[in-house]
């Protein structure tokens, strides 16, 4: 089974400033996916980015950039230009490339502060 | 874009009743749905796989017979919490797969807070 591991239960970032959060992931499949999801107090689920593992360039939306190494299994999500509004819980996700009833597989969460 | 429509946001009930959460698919249709509980500062932990017309699949560790779901139609999907108590409380989540978008991703309900006293 696949697991999705998160090591940083909470980060603190500066407004303008940028921040790295770290995921690591386990599995034995060579097509997958990985996800940033954010969930603010509303907790309502954000979707704020998406690698396709068979997709050597990195992924980028706006602020938000990922640095996928898929030898290290690992997924960093980097916040450039810190806003308030970034402040929320960051969950990295997984999901297998095996048919429309494939499942997401959560890590734990980071839960980001942004300081003024 | 696919929304995902969950009621009610914030349920409380009594011990031993049952209360029943909805999903619905607004502009497309949601062949398949995951429904997830979260308890507080907790990750999403996924309980049962619905797909329209047929049985759930549930996780290991998921009582069916409490948490029943139903995905009649392609635009509906329901959990039904029965005879809940206090260690039900929680936040109930469902989730839609878009992976006919190409995408690979998902859309989520607002989430319901469930409150059993």
């Known amino acids: 089974a696949q697991t999705v591991t998160q090591s940083q239960p909470e980060m603190s970032v500066q407004e303008a400033e940028t921040v790295t959060l770290s995921c690591t992931y386990d599995?034995?499949?060579?097509?997958?996916?990985l996800f940033w999801y954010k969930q603010p107090p509303s907790r309502q689920m954000i979707l704020v980015i998406r690698?396709?593992?068979?997709?050597?360039q990195n992924a980028t939306e706006n602020r938000f950039s990922v640095n996928f190494q898929k030898a290290a299994k690992s997924f960093s999500l980097k916040i450039s230009d810190s806003q308030l509004g970034d402040a929320a819980m960051y969950f990295c996700?997984?999901?297998?490339?095996?048919?429309?009833?494939?499942?997401?597989?959560f890590g734990t969460g980071t839960r980001l502060q942004v300081t003024l | 874009g696919a929304v995902v429509s969950q009621h009610p946001s914030r349920v409380i009930c009594k011990s031993g009743t049952s209360v029943k959460i909805e999903c619905r698919s607004l502009?497309?249709?949601?062949?398949?749905m995951f429904w997830y509980r979260q308890f507080p500062k907790q990750s999403l932990m996924l309980m049962a796989t619905?797909?329209?017309?047929?049985?759930?699949?549930?996780e290991q560790g998921v009582e069916k017979d409490k948490f029943l779901i139903n995905h009649a139609s392609l635009t509906l999907s329901t959990l039904t919490v029965t005879s809940a108590h206090p260690e039900d409380s929680s936040f109930y989540i469902c989730?839609?797969?878009?992976?006919?978008?190409?995408?690979?991703?998902?859309?989520f309900g607002s989430g319901t807070r469930l409150t059993v006293v």
């Open positions: 502009d497309f249709q949601a062949t398949t």
């Open positions: 996700a997984y999901r297998s490339d095996t048919g429309t009833a494939s499942k997401l597989t």
């Open positions: 989730s839609a797969s878009l992976l006919w978008t190409g995408t690979g991703g998902y859309t």
């Open positions: 690698q396709e593992a068979y997709k050597q």
């Open positions: 619905s797909n329209e017309g047929s049985k759930a699949t549930y």
């Open positions: 599995t034995s499949e060579s097509d997958y996916y």
